[in-house]
């Protein structure tokens, strides 16, 4: 069994709500719900909201910005008091969302990239700051300073199935260091762990009522405020302690989820306004920005669905507005603004026909390669907990019967909203628990990476590649930039076998050289259609690996040497061998240095990575 940290933390950072839960080796899971200005309702999330100054200091995050949130001042821009609020950050700190966002006008999107990460840095501070006070709390090290930076602290942390580049997954690891994660105490780390799909399926595996038998398929659909994340998933092992499942094809993610469905409610809104201009300039600013976000229709949204809640017409209270205000033109009777049964539901439909299309596509996927039917649908995330969105899927499914899902259903995963956070931590346990057998034991790679080697020249096979002559031995000569491929698109990969790479460097007998720099590359091309070498187009450079072998000495190399003849000279050198090992994570890529069979660790980081800017924005899917 694995050692056990003190203090395990899996953070879902959301694109409108973020959760937090935590566990030590002697407590099962705790979701953090003392959220700072949410009183006594012990919210199990916080919202994923700041307010800046005029000065751009914060003035307040998570629910502490309704305190403040009096809609005197623009969304994510200067009004009356100066005061700017931001949210939505999240998805922008991918640049794809950020610059299409841009494009289309969208209001909350920030002016440049460094904006966003600069909000999602702040806001992620803050959560910070109170999951060490809570926790302190929590564990009897409140008034015991530096306990915390003492104690052996994980933190987990989960993306988005759309973010593909390893230039968003970088950009995010800087966010998740500046705001304090895994740097306050020496041991402290902080690492990104599964996408949100494969947590939410961990949990679903993991503690579903469900009893799934060995063999079983089904797809997880987590969908939350800004991505729908889906992974189909095949039980590999149905031990009711320790499960096991693969994955069955890469996870896919699309941009679909609730903040969608405000942003539609709130052109709804302002185009019944556009035709009132007179009544418009009366209003609040920013009056159907408020709609969407007060209560009334946040119920709506949440109870759509729910048999005793569906009525012909919706009537959703206007904030502001006093109930002896009516207006048959506005269809507002009493302060409230009406709408039809219809009208709510085309909020959602937009929605629902992106998570169906996507569904058939993974039962499409299922038919191509000869699979079993897949048996169940599980939704999770905020509005996979929709009634409304359940029920719609379902009918689907029995009104269109695919021939892979003939008898599917769709059921709610258990504590939807915190599938996330409970999948990181089950994960964790069972790997500490068992070994490192973790609940994901294979997953699908979503691009190919390689590894530039030299080798020793053919002709037959290296024609018109670069070729250098050996140093030391005369007859043979290496074809160089040649590309050694570690895994290919579409291969399992078992989270607990590193990709190795070998690596041997010829030294003179005085050459005291300890650093050596491999490039690895990635590549969308199918298998089949991989290059060999540098020379051959497909292939990027991702990174440079910096190998610190500094503190090795010359006894612990091997000696080669050759005695020489009348004919040939003899030569001498030591041969330096050591390993790269590629761990392929869900979302990230990590690195160690192995010499004699063992990982290195001189006092020194012994291995370091520099990404090409190219390279990490080439997408893995």
Request: proline share 4%.
């Amino acid at each position: 069994m694995s050692q056990q940290p003190d203090i395990i933390v899996s953070v879902d950072l959301g694109t409108t709500f973020t959760g937090v839960g935590w566990r030590s080796p002697r407590t099962p899971i705790q979701v953090i719900n003392d959220w700072p200005g949410s009183g006594d309702r012990g919210e199990r999330k916080v919202p994923t909201k700041l307010i800046y100054n005029a000065d751009e200091t914060l003035s307040s995050w998570g629910y502490m910005c309704d305190e403040e949130d009096d809609f005197d001042y623009q969304v994510n821009g200067h009004g009356t008091t100066g005061k700017i609020r931001r949210e939505f950050f999240k998805m922008f700190v991918d640049s794809e969302n950020l610059v299409a966002a841009q494009e289309q006008g969208v209001l909350q999107a920030p002016k440049t990239l460094q904006e966003a990460q600069r909000y999602a840095t702040d806001y992620l501070k803050q959560v910070y700051e109170h999951i060490k006070r809570s926790i302190e709390t929590q564990v009897g090290l409140s008034y015991f300073p530096g306990g915390w930076a003492t104690m052996v602290v994980d933190f987990l942390f989960s993306v988005p199935t759309t973010w593909t580049r390893m230039e968003t997954i970088n950009a995010f690891k800087g966010i998740i260091r500046n705001a304090g994660f895994g740097v306050e105490g020496p041991r402290h780390s902080a690492q990104i762990d599964l996408t949100e799909a494969e947590a939410a399926a961990v949990a679903t595996l993991k503690t579903s009522a469900i009893k799934f038998r060995q063999g079983s398929l089904f797809l997880t659909v987590d969908a939350g405020g800004g991505t729908t994340d889906l992974s189909l998933m095949r039980v590999t092992s149905n031990n009711a302690s320790f499960p096991q499942m693969a994955q069955l094809a890469a996870v896919k993610g699309i941009g679909i989820g609730s903040t969608l469905i405000d942003r539609a409610f709130i052109r709804l809104v302002e185009q019944r306004l556009s035709t009132w201009p007179d009544v418009r300039d009366k209003l609040p600013a920013n009056f159907a920005v408020r709609m969407a976000q007060g209560h009334y229709f946040k119920t709506v949204k949440h109870k759509f669905g729910e048999k005793v809640y569906m009525q012909p017409q919706f009537k959703i209270q206007m904030e502001g507005v006093s109930h002896n205000f009516s207006h048959s033109g506005l269809g507002v009777e009493n302060g409230r603004m009406v709408f039809s049964l219809l009208e709510i539901q085309a909020l959602f439909d937009t929605q629902i026909e992106g998570v169906i299309k996507q569904t058939i596509e993974q039962l499409n996927w299922l038919k191509e390669n000869d699979m079993a039917d897949q048996e169940f649908v599980i939704l999770s995330g905020g509005l996979g907990s929709s009634a409304y969105v359940r029920q719609s899927i379902q009918q689907h499914l029995v009104s269109f019967p695919h021939p892979n899902a003939t008898k599917a259903v769709v059921v709610p995963c258990q504590d939807p909203q915190l599938v996330v956070v409970r999948g990181l931590l089950l994960d964790h346990q069972q790997r500490m628990e068992t070994g490192h057998m973790s609940v994901l034991a294979t997953r699908i790679a979503r691009a190919s990476y390689g590894i530039i080697m030299k080798e020793v020249y053919s002709p037959a096979k290296h024609f018109d590649e670069e070729v250098i002559q050996d140093p030391f031995n005369p007859s043979k000569r290496w074809a160089v930039n040649q590309i050694k491929w570690m895994i290919r698109k579409g291969d399992m990969v078992n989270p607990n076998t590193p990709l190795v790479s070998q690596f041997e460097y010829h030294l003179a007998e005085r050459d005291t050289t300890r650093i050596w720099t491999a490039e690895v590359v990635i590549s969308q091309n199918e298998p089949s259609f991989l290059p060999t070498s540098l020379k051959q187009a497909g292939a990027t450079k991702l990174c440079q690996v910096k190998s610190n072998l500094e503190g090795v000495q010359q006894h612990q190399l091997v000696l080669k040497q050759k005695r020489g003849t009348c004919f040939a000279k003899g030569y001498k050198f030591y041969l330096c061998e050591f390993e790269v090992r590629v761990i392929v994570a869900p979302a990230d890529l990590r690195f160690e240095l192995w010499f004699g069979g063992q990982r290195f660790s001189g006092n020194h980081e012994p291995i370091g990575v520099q990404w090409d800017s190219a390279g990490a924005r080439v997408r893995a899917e």
